[in-house]
């Protein structure tokens, strides 16, 4: 069974910067989605299996970088010029399906315990 631990989320101002880690139990394809509340979760990035490639979603593109250690089986999620906008509950996911991005929850088999990132105005 694949484990993912989340750490790195706070309370920060706008415009400030936090990182997201995900250390998981294996190699895999990996995504970090958000849900704010009353509202669905939703796609926020993916990286491959190797790290190569990345997808974003429009609104956190050139502010929100995924990237991955392999050695450490850890992805990251550094997120810079934070919104009030962007006050969720923050998960990463990790997919079996295969090495490529995913952006849709069907896509990933295993979700961490969630981080909240509150962004005050």
């Known amino acids: 069974q694949v484990q993912l631990v989340e750490s790195g989320g706070g309370l920060v101002q706008a415009g400030g910067s936090l990182r997201l880690s995900c250390a998981a139990s294996g190699r895999y394809a990996m995504g970090w989605f958000r849900q704010a509340p009353g509202k669905e979760r939703e796609f926020v990035a993916a990286?491959?299996?190797?790290?190569?490639?990345?997808y974003y979603v429009d609104s956190v593109k050139g502010r929100f970088t995924i990237s991955r250690d392999n050695a450490k089986n850890t992805a990251y999620l550094q997120m810079n010029s934070l919104r009030p906008e962007d006050t969720a509950v923050y998960y990463c996911?990790?997919?079996?399906?295969?090495?490529?991005?995913?952006?849709?929850?069907?896509?990933?088999?295993?979700w961490g315990q969630g981080t909240q990132v509150t962004v005050s105005s």
């Open positions: 996911a990790a997919s079996q399906r295969g090495r490529r991005m995913y952006s849709t929850t069907n896509d990933y088999d295993s």
């Open positions: 990286i491959s299996w190797i790290g190569g490639s990345t």
